[in-house]
């Protein structure tokens, strides 16, 4: 044999060598790649390298474009003999403006017998050469707007303080927003802040049209959106009646008015400082309660003519019971002791008739204990089921550890209205958490004649409360000691109109609160 020949078998034997010896394929390599790449992995990323090298180009990029999420597909290998090169197609998901695809290609290269990804920065973008940095420029369309039931505008600032509680307001977004809602987003740009305002920021900023940059050049533009408004359920009449109805009061006074047969919120004002009670607030419901013991009462087969007592004292697992006033009016039909707000009818019947799980039953048939979703901060009702007798007893009147907000209460009354508890709603094409809730039946009659004679015979009597209202007073003690001031209290319907006021310790419920709702019927 030749010198020559021997040669030519010794390059053979080698080559043979060199391919039995290099570990796995090109495609297996670049799909693990893309694999971390798409996972945003960049640890898994640097083990694929043929040298050991921060990734510095792909840091800035997602930073700067905000980059939520990639998609890369990969295309046919194109093989030599110790360098490969895979064609692929990124698709970035860029928060707040939309997805941006483009094309590159991932060069391999045989690294100690194992293919590895010869990286540069022209395997994140072909464009990329040196050190020019990823941007976005962008241009934002004009800020959709916030109306009232009829498509008014409630976010000009010139409305109320307690629809400014709702809408919330605009001011300069910080870096901590930036990093939260994107980069399209700048330090210093209008963003909403509270309210409707932050919660529906995305819906009424719309998408900007947005330029991605990499150095002086354009990469690619994307068209922005407008932002949709945010129609609210609010009546300006029904929000003007109410303003009129609280606008005297010396003592912090909110009023909550809902549409009975839907649920949708008509009216919500808070008067003295800034917060909003009337959402957020969490007070003992007092006897405007006794209208959801009687609704277990009912359910549990009791009608208004039975005959009850309403003595000046009753006692219930050691709990010693009064009614306002020490007062007592002896033998009285079921409908007459709720009119009157007989605490010592109600709290044996609670005990004898119900138990902690059935009054608890009545109550989340209610509200109680349902999440809110509303658009802006609301405190869901909270009712514990009793852990003994005479707990029962106290919640049987609005008392114990129960509490509620005006909304809350409204939303009861807007069920005892229309036999259907539904869930609070202040922007309709919000989902609501909680499911609609069908009162027993016999239920809603009953209350309704019993919820009359509390404005026509009983404590709201005197209230100047329009004829066709249906309501319940509360005097809801609060503080420690044996001297306690009160909470006044009044829930009520007129019609397909849900309402409830509550004077932060303003007393007597049929005397101060009723009032309130009177003047809101009336200018309503």
């Known amino acids: 044999m030749s010198v020559t020949s021997v040669l ?21 390599t670049a799909q693990r790649f893309a694999a971390a790449w798409q996972a945003g992995d960049k640890s898994a990323m640097t083990k694929e390298l043929a040298k050991p090298q921060q990734l510095t180009a792909y840091d800035q990029q997602r930073s700067a474009l905000a980059v939520k999420s990639t998609k890369i597909e990969l295309g046919r290998v194109t093989e030599g003999d110790d360098r ?3 064609p692929y197609t990124a698709t970035l998901d860029l928060k707040n403006v939309g997805e941006w695809t483009y094309q590159g290609k991932i060069d391999l290269v045989v690294s100690d017998r194992t293919w590895k ?74 963003v909403g802040r509270g309210g409707l305002q932050e919660t529906f920021q995305k819906q009424l900023a719309g998408t900007p049209t947005t330029e991605i940059k990499l150095g002086d050049k354009t990469l690619k533009t994307i068209e922005g959106k407008r932002g949709k408004p945010v129609r609210t359920t609010l009546d300006p009449r029904a929000q003007e009646a109410a303003v009129t109805a609280v606008k005297h009061m010396k003592k912090p006074t909110s009023l909550v008015a809902i549409k009975a047969s839907t649920g949708e919120i008509l009216a919500v004002v808070n008067t003295v400082g800034g917060f909003n009670r009337a959402l957020d607030g969490r007070y003992p419901p007092g006897s405007t309660f006794k209208a959801v013991t009687a609704i277990g009462l009912l359910a549990a087969g009791m009608s208004p003519q039975d005959r009850v007592t309403c003595p000046k004292y009753s006692t219930v697992g050691g709990l010693k019971i009064r009614n306002s006033g020490e007062e007592s009016f002896g033998s009285v039909s079921l409908l007459d002791s709720f009119a009157h707000s007989c605490n010592t009818t109600f709290a044996p019947l609670a005990k004898e008739k119900l138990g902690a799980e059935k009054l608890l039953e009545a109550a989340e048939d209610v ?17 514990p089921r009793a852990q003994s007798d005479a707990e029962l007893a106290a919640e049987s009147f609005g008392q114990a550890r129960i509490t509620a907000s005006p909304l809350s209460m409204a939303s009861v009354a807007a069920a005892i209205a229309d036999g259907t508890w539904r869930p609070p709603t202040l922007v ?23 919820m009359a004679a509390v404005v026509t015979k009983g404590t709201a009597s ?6 066709g209202t249906h309501g319940k007073t509360g005097t809801a003690e609060f503080g420690t000691g044996d001297d306690l001031n009160e909470h006044a209290w009044f829930m009520g319907f007129k019609g397909d109109v849900a309402f409830a006021v509550v004077v932060e310790g303003g007393g007597g419920g049929g005397a101060v609160a009723a009032p309130v709702a009177a003047t809101f019927l009336k200018n309503y």
């Open 117 to 190: 990804v010869d990286w540069k920065p022209s395997t994140l973008h072909p464009s990329l050469t040196g050190g020019e940095k990823f941007a976005l420029k962008t241009r934002w369309p004009e800020r959709a707007e916030i109306t009232d039931s009829e498509g008014s505008r409630i976010d000009t600032g010139a409305v109320g303080g307690s629809v400014q509680q709702l809408v919330g307001y605009l001011d300069k977004a910080t870096k901590k927003d930036v990093a939260k809602l994107g980069s399209s987003y700048k330090v210093g740009q209008a």
């Open 462 to 467: 005197k209230a100047g409360l329009p004829a």
């Open 8 to 28: 030519a078998v010794g390059a053979a034997a080698g080559g043979a060598y060199y391919v039995l010896h290099t570990r796995g394929t090109p495609a297996e």
């Open 367 to 383: 509200g109680f204990n349902q999440p809110l979703n509303i658009g802006v901060p609301a405190t869901k009702a909270s009712f």
């Open 84 to 86: 490969a090169s895979v």
């Open 428 to 450: 309709p094409s919000l989902k609501q958490k909680a499911k609609e809730r069908k009162l027993p039946d016999d239920v809603k009659q009953g209350l309704h004649q019993m």
